[in-house]
């Protein structure tokens, strides 16, 4: 099965910006995805930014693809987050290409696993 990692902005928004994640989520678990979705993780032990940034890079590496929420540009977290994924040659896809175009994206990320492993 293909594992998403969900990237998006946290910092400074209501929330978090988890409602954003959680529904991310939720659609693409409803089209057979795994989703390593970081709204859903413990609070590290330091509980500082590096300590969460430290955590979602572990589980986005072990992901096939990463998937960008709207606003991850203007993220800190999520540029770095695509930068890493951009270096490692791992897909980025926006949520909207990824709902969209569940089935390709299911094809490239496989494919590109392989590739990669």
Avoid: H
Avoid at 18 to 47: H, K, S
Avoid at 62 to 70: H, I, M, N, Q, R
């Amino acid at each position: 099965m293909t594992r998403i990692y969900l990237a998006g902005p946290m910092s400074g928004l209501p929330e978090f910006n988890y409602p954003a994640f959680n529904e991310a989520a939720a659609q693409l678990r409803a089209r057979g995805f795994i989703v390593e979705n970081p709204a859903e993780n413990q609070q590290p032990p330091c509980g500082s930014w590096e300590g969460y940034m430290r955590l979602s890079l572990t589980q986005m590496l072990a992901c096939d693809c990463v998937v960008l929420l709207p606003g991850y540009r203007a993220s800190k977290g999520a540029s770095v987050e695509n930068l890493v994924a951009s270096y490692l040659k791992i897909p980025r896809y926006s949520i909207e290409d990824a709902l969209q175009f569940d089935y390709k994206l299911r094809d490239r990320c496989a494919k590109q696993a392989e590739v990669t492993k």
